[in-house]
């Protein structure tokens, strides 16, 4: 069928200014004729990096788990020591357009086997495309001033893979490994890496009783024998189908209210009263007891840890004023937080106070 527009038949080439919103027929141009999905694509959080609400800067000699920048960790397993760090790009770099900071870990020393260690994300929900095909990207290089490949030999997936982990709790299936790449070459300069796969379908699996079920994605794992290698990771995206969409960058407000599921500082820092931390209300009054209650930003994933991230919280009540005080924490439906401090006997008439000296307080529902 030959294509008409202003007249001319057969043309091969539509004239600037020719196409119109009012010569677009309704429902004319579709998601699938675009050729890659609209809206909200990748299904990694913090992609671009630049969300740290713990302020991680960097670790030396580290033989434990670490949380970095917002829903990033180093991962390790069994005896491992590796240095790891967040570092932001200079402003106005080129090497990755758009990058704002990137993850970065040497590792020191591993014992031998399947000791690893590795950048993650766990993303929640096992069955997020399950049976589809997922495409990821990510840009990566050495750090040592000379290139090397990771082939993660003696685990059972490679150094880039992806984990459908089906959780704890009653009798859940067991994990399923899916491989990215058996082998990576890290160059000395940033170099984009762009891999696609499909992953196992779930239908006639188990899903575990603890709500800890999750796709856990891991990038550049590093064993024994690369003792001395050091990576940068940066941009990352992982979504649906099998084409390299552009990075999908996100407004840093948004990108932050999604990692507060997880994660997230309450109280401000001043000094507050009254019951605050912050921006909170006293709560309920026992004559040896005082509850106040914090609003989250967002509910959470599951119920989350609370400790102390900065500052002292001091009791005043009827009877005496207590300094040092060490709160329990608890957590009391989706979306707040409370904490319960254990003062000195008072009447339950007189309201007790508590205020913190530059008070915060972490809520941390990672996995």
Not at 67 to 92: C, E, P, T
Not at 239 to 260: I, K, M, N, V, W
Request: negative net charge; contains cysteine.
């Amino acid at each position: 069928m030959a294509v008409v527009i202003d007249g001319n038949t057969g043309i091969d080439t539509i004239q600037d200014g020719t196409v119109s919103t009012a010569k677009i027929a309704d429902d004319a141009v579709t998601a699938g004729k675009i050729g890659i999905p609209l809206g909200r694509r990748n299904l990694i959080m913090n992609g671009n990096m630049e969300v740290n609400q713990r302020s991680f800067s960097s670790n030396t000699a580290r033989t434990q788990f670490t949380y970095a920048g917002d829903r990033w960790i180093f991962a390790k397993n069994d005896v491992v020591n590796y240095d790891s760090s967040y570092n932001s790009f200079s402003l106005g770099q080129t090497d990755i357009p758009g990058a704002k900071a990137y993850h970065e870990f040497t590792l020191n020393s591993a014992g031998s086997g399947t000791d690893y260690v590795r950048l993650e994300q766990r993303i929640e929900d096992v069955t997020t495309a399950a049976g589809e095909q997922v495409t990821l990207t990510f840009w990566a290089r050495s750090n040592t001033g000379s290139s090397f490949t990771l082939d993660a030999d003696g685990i059972t997936a490679g150094p880039v893979a992806i984990m459908q982990y089906f959780g704890t709790g009653g009798s859940p299936s067991s994990a399923v490994e899916t491989d990215f790449a058996t082998s990576i070459t890290l160059n000395t300069t940033w170099t984009k890496y762009t891999y696609t796969v499909t992953l196992p379908s779930v239908s006639g699996k188990t899903i575990g009783t603890n709500y800890n079920d999750h796709l856990r994605l891991w990038i550049c794992a590093m064993m024994d024998d690369d003792a001395g290698k050091g990576v940068q990771i940066a941009q990352v995206q992982l979504e649906r189908g099998s084409t390299a969409s552009p990075f999908e960058f996100r407004s840093y407000q948004d990108e932050l209210h999604s990692c507060h599921r997880y994660y997230e500082v309450i109280g401000r820092g001043e000094r507050a009263q009254n019951g605050s931390i912050g921006v909170g209300t006293i709560g309920s009054r026992w004559t040896t007891r005082d509850y106040f209650g914090q609003i989250c930003y967002a509910p959470k994933r599951t119920v989350p840890v609370l400790s102390i991230r900065n500052g002292t919280v001091q009791i005043m009540t009827d009877a005496s004023t207590q300094s040092g005080v060490t709160p329990t924490f608890q957590y009391i439906g989706v979306d707040t937080a409370g904490m319960r401090f254990q003062g000195s006997t008072h009447t339950n008439n007189v309201v007790a106070y508590a205020q913190g000296e530059g008070l915060q307080i972490n809520v941390d529902a990672e996995y």
